[in-house]
DNA sequence: ACGTAATGAATGAATGTTCATTCATTAATA
DNA sequence: TATTAATGAATGAACATTCATTCATTACGT
């Protein structure tokens, strides 16, 4: 019995590039909802409308799934960044740019989010694999950008510029998570801009 | 056949060393070392001591470990942050409790830490009901400081108390993060004070 | 043009393994 | 002896992965 084919566009070949992706797209509404162990890899295929098997032909394995996640989007969102930056001198303007597309980038897909900020860090596998390499690179372009300004003599020069990165990416992530955990919605991004200058200013009166 | 007649807590002996909290130290390393999908129940068992049944003894199930964790040591730490309070009436002071306790607990016990930081995110059920109650009161405390401290005058009445809160904790949250993935070992409570510092001076020259 | 062969993407039932949980039995204790 | 605690082998459900088979499409030969 013939379930799929049914409505392709004539013109639109049967991509292989385009199945990866909705099987992608699939397994991230999955797991995002259910929680990874939960999800089963035939309901992802099902999700996809695909045979079980054919997620196989895609994806080494479960695990692979959630790992390609992760680098298709983290690399998109690097590339978005990256674009963000370009000729931007003022490190204070730099930390808006880089805050505004963290929070931009999860705040369009919720599902995504939610891999992000909870599936993902459902083992210390994924988390090494995750903070070892991709985080660092953040971590230290948030710190440059700190250093920058502390050169240039706008920012206190005694401080930690890696503990205040740290802490940066802390505030950012908290906003992320707290926002997929709420039930009110409101556009994440629209945070992005206070975080920084409350960040940059301190809560003390000057 | 029978249908799980919960209800049944076994009575504690006192002549036995405390065979609940035993089998919860147990359940903690191994939860943290394998991650709890792939740790096995009669693993656990086997690390306290006991035979496997003997789980379903003092448990509901695996999830009732994991919840049990989190709520014995979580009561411990709000019970040692009241008594921190205790009569400090100066709002960044007990920040800086705060901050110290948060990072104190943690810091004190590796495995249980990563329990916190790592295990008990593995899915929005846990998340949600960890972030609704307890989180909830923890950052209420800690917008009360700051808006305790608008009201003094110390900080700047325009910044979102809400906001700050969700930062300092995402801040705190984030060093702890950082000590459990990091091979360097240092002491995780030295950074309250920094942290609370940058927070509240923040990063531009005065 | 027509028939035939080759290709390989896709399928989904079957397999085999992995555990959480149970419960009949035994040990300990009062 | 009666009561309660503890045991651990057995159970069976859940589920990732495999692979023999199907079938639409393309290439080839005449």
Redesign the interface.
């Known amino acids: 019995m013939p379930i799929a084919s049914t409505s392709r566009r004539a013109v639109r070949q049967p991509s292989t590039a385009d199945k990866r992706e909705l099987i992608l797209r699939a397994a991230t509404k999955l797991f995002a909802r259910r929680?990874?162990?939960?999800a089963q890899v035939a309901d992802v295929a099902k999700e996809a409308g695909v045979a079980a098997g054919t997620v196989y032909l895609y994806f080494e394995n479960k695990d692979d799934l959630l790992i390609s996640i992760f680098e298709q989007r983290m690399q998109e969102a690097m590339a978005e960044a990256n674009a963000s930056l370009k000729g931007v001198a003022d490190p204070v303007e730099r930390l808006h740019r880089l805050a505004r597309v963290h929070l931009g980038h999860l705040g369009r897909d919720r599902d995504m989010a939610?891999v992000f900020q909870?599936?993902l860090?459902?083992?210390?596998?994924f988390?090494?694999r995750f903070?070892?390499t991709l985080l660092q690179d953040y971590l230290n372009a948030i710190r440059d950008a700190?250093t920058g300004?502390q050169h240039e003599?706008?920012?206190?020069p005694e401080?930690?510029a890696m503990?205040?990165a740290?802490?940066f990416?802390?505030?950012?992530?908290?906003?992320a998570?707290?926002w997929?955990?709420s039930r009110r919605r409101y556009r994440l991004v629209a945070?992005a801009d206070?975080?920084v200058d409350?960040?940059?200013?301190?809560?003390?009166?000057?």
């Open positions: 929680g990874f162990f939960h939610v909870v599936e860090r459902q083992s210390t596998k988390m090494e903070s070892s700190i300004a003599g706008t920012f206190r401080a930690s503990l205040a740290k802490m990416y802390g505030a950012l992530d908290e906003m998570t707290n997929i955990l945070q206070d975080v409350l960040f940059v200013q301190g809560l003390r009166k000057r």
